[in-house]
């Protein structure tokens, strides 16, 4: 293949996607960072901006080969290292019209955002030097095996035939079960349920999800490699499910409280977000309708099911992005048709009903890899240097204690947060008994 058969249009399509799902990462910042107390808003969004660092230097040395090098059906092995024979040529195996390098800068984008999801269970309560650590080992150990066999060259799932367009196992199944055996681990914040814990900044709520839809685009949409047909079916429905999901949970809301929040709407519309990921390329719009709903009815029973127990998922990323992926991976089970991607398959709809099978298999795999290899990490940086803040750090906050930094300087936020009060405005989420609980977001 020579570089003459590199298409314009579709490198151009793939590296914009590449931005737009960097820029995601910059929009789940925000979304956490507001969802947050003021005492630890600028820790919480550095555990999402350290990410572009820490996994941007780790896909170049030797993440991307893990997940997509030349290997085995478990690992891609270590003949990429650096990027060695990855090129400004096509790779067939990837896509024949566009420069594998801009296959390594896509993907290298969905490996840093995801292990930056698990960060939402955990704020306010792990110390960073201790989350450096768990991402660095999370991503190689866990996020890169997952993605070689989900969607490298002689991956154990892509030759059973699992459909994930986009990452519904590989990013929000393994994130979001990562981050219920992290928040166990960890145990709660010690003011957990003691005082009311209520976001501090709707508005910066509302932007990042901003942020989130905008780059989820490139996030589904890009995942066509090709600025074609298939881009525009992912486009259509990642927007559709999106949609679907924001007015279903604004709905759920006016019935149970008789308002519809802010940060629920937010809520929603990543719910949808993440529902469609694994059948975007794969499904009909109307179908595309109907997942954001279900995906949403899935999450928001979740949350509340969470809420009464003693669980502190902080932002409930287990309920919002693993539960709502293992939804949309279970639905593109049942939905998936070749009359709109023949290189996908057929669903139970369309007469295949053993896809469904092959998706369970793919969700257990993932659910149980994500779950053991978590564990694991998490005990080994414990006890080698420490995961958990201590009380007086906590306490102060961890934009001071990790940072020496406030994001908000100067002002009487970060006395009130400290004190645990809730804040003028801001929107304290409550359970069935009316115990005062996080907001549920992504």
Not at 303 to 326: E, M, N, P, W, Y
């Amino acid at each position: 293949m020579t570089q003459a058969a590199v298409s314009a249009g579709d490198t151009a399509w793939v590296l914009m996607s590449s931005a737009l799902v960097l820029l995601m990462t910059v929009g789940l910042a925000f979304f956490y960072g507001g969802l947050v107390r003021p005492k630890n808003a600028l820790n919480t969004m550095m555990m999402s901006v350290v990410a572009l660092g820490v996994i941007g230097v780790q896909w170049m040395l030797f993440g991307y080969s893990i997940a997509f090098g030349p290997g085995n059906s478990v690992w891609g092995g270590l003949s990429w290292l650096g990027l060695n024979h990855v090129g400004l040529d096509p790779n067939p195996t990837y896509s024949s019209t566009i420069p594998l390098q801009a296959h390594a800068m896509f993907q290298g984008m969905f490996a840093i955002i995801t292990p930056a999801l698990i960060s939402g269970a955990i704020v306010e309560r792990m110390r960073f030097r201790g989350y450096i650590a768990f991402l660095i080992l999370w991503a190689t150990l866990i996020y890169d095996p997952l993605a070689h066999w989900v969607w490298g060259s002689g991956g154990w799932l892509l030759k059973r035939g699992a459909l994930d367009f986009a990452g519904g196992t590989v990013v929000h199944i393994s994130a979001g079960v990562s981050a219920l055996v992290a928040a166990w681990f960890l145990g709660p914040r010690r003011d957990y349920r003691r005082v009311p814990i209520a976001p501090h900044n709707v508005p910066l709520v509302l932007l990042g999800a901003g942020l989130l839809w905008f780059g989820w685009f490139g996030f589904n949409a890009g995942s066509a490699l090709a600025a074609n047909g298939l881009a525009a079916l992912a486009f259509v429905n990642t927007n559709t499910a999106a949609a679907a999901a924001l007015v279903t949970w604004a709905g759920l809301d006016l019935a149970r409280t008789g308002k519809i929040t802010a940060v629920g709407a937010a809520t929603g519309l990543v719910v949808g977000l993440v529902g469609i990921t694994p059948a975007a390329g794969y499904v009909t719009p109307l179908s595309g309708l109907v997942i954001g709903i279900l995906a949403a009815g899935v999450s928001y029973t979740a949350i509340q099911i969470r809420s009464k127990t003693k669980l502190d998922d902080a932002l409930d990323v287990f309920s919002c992005h693993g539960l709502a992926g293992v939804a949309g991976a279970m639905l593109t089970g049942v939905f998936a048709t070749k009359l709109v991607n023949p290189a996908g398959g057929d669903g139970l709809l369309a007469g295949n009903a053993g896809q469904m099978g092959v998706q369970l298999l793919a969700v257990v795999a993932t659910i149980a890899f994500a779950a053991i290899g978590t564990l694991a990490i998490l005990k080994l940086v414990d006890i080698t240097i420490g995961a958990r803040a201590n009380l007086p750090e906590e306490t102060t906050g961890l934009d001071l204690s990790q940072h020496g930094e406030e994001a908000y300087f100067g002002n009487d936020l970060g006395t009130m947060a400290g004190a645990g009060n809730s804040l003028g405005g801001s929107v304290v989420v409550e359970t069935f008994s009316g115990e005062a609980a996080p907001a549920p977001t992504i």
